[in-house]
C-alpha cells in the first residue's frame, strides 16, 4: 500500500507534466480547460496517496525494531528522518499547488489572459516539478533504508 500510495502521487506527476501540460500548451483551448479539469480531479488522489503513504509509513516505522523515538544513530533512521523531511516539504507544495488551481477554476480567473493568472500558471508549473524532484529524492532515500 506504501508503494502504491507512491506509484499513485508521483505517477500522477509526472503525466501531468510529460503528457497533459505539453498537449494543453501546444493545443490551446478547449485542451487547457480540460487539462485544468484532469488536474483538478488528480488532486483527489493526491491526498489519497498522502494518507496511505502516511499511515502505512507510520506503521511500518513503529513496527520496524531499528526505529526509536526521535534518535538518528544509524542510517536508517537518518534516511527514514531524512524521508519525513522531504514528505512534509512534499505536502506543503501539495497543498499551494491544490490551492492555485481552485483559484484557476474560480469563474473570476476564467478569461486566461490576465497577468495574474499567467503568474499563477507558472507557480503550478513549478510547484509540480518541484514535488517531482522531491518524490524521486523520496524514493532514492527509501532505496538506502
Ligand atoms: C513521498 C514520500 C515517500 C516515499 C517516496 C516512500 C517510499 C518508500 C519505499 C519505496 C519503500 C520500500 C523500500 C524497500 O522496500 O526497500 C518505503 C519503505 C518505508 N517507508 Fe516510505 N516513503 C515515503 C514516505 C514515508 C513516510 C512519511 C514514512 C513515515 C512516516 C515512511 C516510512 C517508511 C518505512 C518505515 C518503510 C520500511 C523501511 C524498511 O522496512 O526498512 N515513508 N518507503
Known amino acids: 500500500m506504501h508503494i502504491f500510495g507512491v506509484i499513485i502521487w508521483l505517477g500522477g506527476l509526472l503525466f501531468e507534466?510529460?503528457?497533459?501540460?505539453?498537449?494543453?500548451?501546444?493545443?490551446g483551448e478547449p485542451a487547457d480547460s480540460l487539462a485544468n479539469k484532469i488536474h483538478t480531479r488528480f488532486v483527489a488522489f493526491v491526498w489519497m496517496s498522502v494518507w496511505t503513504i502516511a499511515?502505512?509509513?507510520?506503521?511500518m516505522m513503529l513496527l520496524n525494531p531499528q526505529f526509536h523515538w526521535f534518535t538518528f544513530q544509524t542510517q536508517?533512521?537518518?534516511?527514514?528522518?531524512?524521508?519525513?523531511?522531504?514528505?512534509i516539504l512534499m505536502l506543503f507544495y501539495a497543498f499551494g499547488y491544490?490551492?492555485?488551481?481552485?483559484y484557476l477554476n474560480a469563474p473570476s480567473s476564467n478569461d486566461g489572459t490576465d497577468e495574474n493568472?499567467?503568474?499563477?500558471?507558472?507557480?503550478?508549473?513549478?510547484f509540480r516539478k518541484i514535488n517531482i524532484a522531491l518524490g524521486i529524492?523520496?524514493?532514492?532515500?527509501?532505496?538506502?533504508?
Open 17 to 27: 507534466s510529460a503528457i497533459s501540460v505539453p498537449i494543453a500548451q501546444a493545443e
Open 55 to 59: 499511515v502505512t509509513g507510520i506503521i
Open 117 to 126: 493568472t499567467t503568474l499563477v500558471r507558472q507557480r503550478l508549473s513549478q
Open 76 to 87: 536508517w533512521q537518518r534516511l527514514l528522518g531524512f524521508k519525513q523531511l522531504t514528505f
Open 98 to 102: 491544490a490551492r492555485m488551481l481552485s
Open 137 to 145: 529524492t523520496a524514493l532514492l532515500l527509501a532505496a538506502g533504508m
